[in-house]
């Protein structure tokens, strides 16, 4: 595989890291993602490539969500109605399977699992930068849901499985690069990723 691809093995790692921890195989099942930056995008590939029922998307950003849309995704923006959305996108099993909160908003995360059928998994994987009051005895008692975290990646069983959807083309990182850009030009990289980008290079061999 191309440098360029082998870069995107870090924030893919962590995508699939979550996976991982999930324990679950999204054969059959339906999947949440709330964020659609280059964690959120590679986690909406994953669950293709592995079979998902369904994958929806939550993202703000138009740009994100046609990407999202681009691999299969039904996406839907949080200033929509949100609940009555997901009910309606999940109505069969009474909510979605599994839930990936990739934003690291305490807002999307409470959407996440709302979303959630009994029993179902919610990830977190986004940072949250402030405390969150979550409604337990709901939640994990009533509910019976299961909340994990997942924090970076596990070498080297994340990109042994990465290399080998790549190399069997069912996985296609390339596809999330919106910019390549000089050491240079560092700074406008970071602007970007607040607009209309997903992964942006820095390429040393850019003048």
Not at 9 to 31: I, K
Not at 82 to 111: H, K, N
Not at 174 to 179: A, G, M, N, P
Request: overall charge negative; glycine content about 10%; charged content about 20%.
């Amino acid at each position: 595989m191309s440098l360029e691809v082998g870069a995107l093995f870090e924030p893919a790692g962590v995508a699939m890291h979550s996976l991982l921890r999930s324990e679950h195989t999204l054969a059959g099942e339906s999947v949440i993602v709330a964020g659609g930056g280059p964690i959120g995008l590679v986690v909406v590939q994953l669950a293709q490539a592995l079979g998902a029922r369904q994958v929806v998307v939550m993202e703000p950003n138009p740009f994100r969500r046609a990407m999202a849309e681009r691999w299969g995704a039904v996406t839907f923006s949080p200033d929509d109605d949100v609940d009555s959305w997901c009910r309606e996108s999940a109505s069969d099993r009474g909510g979605f399977d599994v839930g990936f909160e990739c934003s690291g908003a305490p807002a999307a995360l409470e959407v996440v699992m709302r979303s959630l059928r009994r029993e179902a998994t919610v990830m977190c994987v986004g940072i949250l930068h402030a405390p969150l009051q979550l409604d337990l005895t709901h939640y994990a008692i009533k509910q019976g849901m299961t909340i994990k975290g997942s924090f970076g990646r596990s070498l080297w069983a994340t990109w042994d499985r990465l290399a080998a959807l790549v190399s069997s083309e069912r996985l296609d990182l390339e596809s999330l690069i919106t910019h390549r850009l000089s050491l240079a030009d560092s700074g406008e990289a970071l602007g970007l990723l607040e607009g209309d980008a997903a992964k942006v290079l820095l390429l040393p061999r850019l003048a």
